[in-house]
């Protein structure tokens, strides 16, 4: 079976909730074994375990920043003490501090190209080390690991009034596919999936003010906000023998968002 993980161990950040938690669960249905990164969160990341622990999998939580060295190394040292060497990163964790262009803090800048884009800086480096060092596991995968960065339709859209947060993503996106070609010849494929609106604590905000829903829904021609499982089940396709041929890719998984739907017009 192409889809198969198993034997597998996987790293999975800002997966306390979400769609880390819906990629961290997909993995293990999958047949992976996985470690549990959160920051704030300890009983969302022990939910996330308890949840992958019955479909028979294990996991442990790892508490950590991934803006931070030490706590990366740390996450991929526990994830091999448990379980062994390291085949699937899943570098997820994000965040938004939205504000306009003049009213940004300097600090509201810093945290989230700290956390999206120096965070997948972060967990690439540490997931080549890795793989490098862990060596081929033929027997469970064809390649020598997989890396995969939760980015955003917001790599290819802009976005006023969150110019951080779209800068991050831009960045991440050349800088996954730039990854994608220095370690390629060493059987490591990287790629990303690319979120349109999907129903988590991120947007619950705008889900939820007057006529914030019906906003939403007009920018997705498939008609409905997306589910976390709709991005762990892509994610877990990426990570298999199945996407064995897919390297520095970004498949949008958005229900067309990124169709420009305004352009439809009444046909
Ligand atoms: P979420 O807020 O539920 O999850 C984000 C997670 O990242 C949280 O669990 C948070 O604790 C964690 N995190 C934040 N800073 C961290 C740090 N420094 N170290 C470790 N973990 C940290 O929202 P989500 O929608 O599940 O977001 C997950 C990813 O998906 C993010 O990268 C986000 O940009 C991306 N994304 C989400 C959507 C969407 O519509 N929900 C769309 C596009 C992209």
Known sequence: DLLSLAGQVAVVTGASAGIGRACAVELARAGADVAVNYHGSREGAEE????IEA?????????????????????FDEAERQF???DIAVSNAGRQKDAALTDMTLDDWNAVIGTNLTGGFLMAREAVRRFRAKGRRPEVSRALGKLIFDSSVHQRIPWAFHVNYAASKGGLKL??????????????????????????????????????????????????????EDVGRVVAFLASDAADYITGQTLFVDGGMVLYPGFKGNG
Do not use: F
């Open 55 to 75: 479909l028979g999998r294990r996991a442990i939580p790892v508490q950590g920043d991934v803006g931070t060295e030490g706590d990366v190394a740390r996450l």
């Open 175 to 228: 800088l996954m596919e730039s990854v994608a070609q220095e370690v390629a010849s060493e059987g490591i494929r990287v790629n990303a999936v690319a979120p349109g609106a999907i129903a988590t604590a991120i947007n619950q905000s705008e889900r939820e003010k007057a006529g914030g829903m019906d906003a939403m829904l007009k920018l997705i021609p498939y008609g409905r906000v997306g589910d976390p």
């Open 48 to 51: 996330t375990v308890a949840l």
């Open 84 to 86: 062994g060497p390291v």
